[in-house]
């Protein structure tokens, strides 16, 4: 998909519509946080005696969604909006 470099879009903070520089913010999810509370409370079941410990489910993988960064030309703020639903092709900015 591919999106201009600057788009005429409203900008909140102003309450104006304004030019608007794009910038592709698509990323995919993060691993967790090591020292979070589950992830120490599986470690500490599985380094001690006991039964079998349930593993990490297979889940059904969800699409990412197409983010582009607006930022305002005229207050220089920036927002986040979704263009499309689910990602089939990774937007690009054109040349």
């Known amino acids: 998909m591919i999106v201009?470099?600057?788009?005429?879009?409203y900008c909140?903070?102003?309450?104006?519509?304004t030019k608007h520089k794009v910038k592709i913010s698509t990323s995919?999810?993060?691993?967790g946080r090591t020292l979070a509370w589950g992830n120490l409370r599986q470690a500490r079941k599985l380094a001690g005696y006991h039964g079998k410990v349930a593993g990490k489910k297979k889940?059904?993988?969800q699409g990412i969604r197409?983010?582009?960064m607006l930022e305002c030309s005229?207050?220089?703020k920036k927002?986040?909006?979704t263009i499309s639903g689910r990602m089939?092709?990774?937007a690009e900015t054109a040349k």
């Open 66 to 68: 197409n983010k582009i």
């Open 88 to 90: 089939k092709k990774k």
């Open 4 to 9: 201009p470099k600057e788009i005429k879009s």
């Open 79 to 81: 927002h986040e909006r």
């Open 12 to 17: 909140p903070t102003c309450k104006k519509h």
């Open 74 to 76: 005229a207050c220089h």
């Open 28 to 31: 995919k999810a993060k691993k």
């Open 59 to 61: 889940v059904k993988k």
